[in-house]
């Protein structure tokens, strides 16, 4: 919980700047992500599902971005649409 506190209070003291950065990692992570998914050979509506889920978080903390939205519910998002992808890449890599 410390390390979560540490680096929302910075995210929140330079949001611009971190979301900038942010964004373009997010990105490429759930494009990684994608790739993976698309690469593995499951039913397509796994495949659909996958890809929905991928796309829509990433969409979801780009908007918020765009947005301006509050940096707690911003951060919060950057996490979970970075874990997910995260989780996707190993589950359909192994």
């Given at each position: 919980m410390?390390l979560?506190n540490?680096l929302?209070n910075?995210?929140?003291k330079?949001?611009i700047?971190?979301?900038?950065i942010?964004?373009?990692?997010?990105s490429?992570i759930?494009?990684?992500?994608?790739?993976?998914?698309l690469?593995?050979?499951?039913p397509?509506f796994?495949v659909?599902?996958?890809?929905?889920?991928?796309?829509?978080?990433?969409?979801?903390f780009?908007?918020a971005?765009?947005a301006?939205l509050k940096?707690?519910l911003?951060?919060?998002?950057?996490i979970?649409?970075?874990g997910?992808?995260?989780?996707?890449?190993?589950?359909n890599s192994l």
């Amino acid at each position: 919980m410390e390390l979560y506190n540490n680096l929302f209070n910075q995210f929140e003291k330079d949001q611009i700047g971190y979301a900038a950065i942010a964004t373009i990692g997010q990105s490429c992570i759930a494009s990684a992500a994608a790739m993976f998914i698309l690469m593995n050979e499951l039913p397509p509506f796994a495949v659909l599902l996958q890809l929905f889920m991928v796309t829509i978080l990433a969409m979801g903390f780009n908007a918020a971005v765009l947005a301006q939205l509050k940096p707690k519910l911003t951060f919060n998002l950057l996490i979970v649409s970075v874990g997910y992808s995260i989780l996707t890449i190993v589950v359909n890599s192994l």
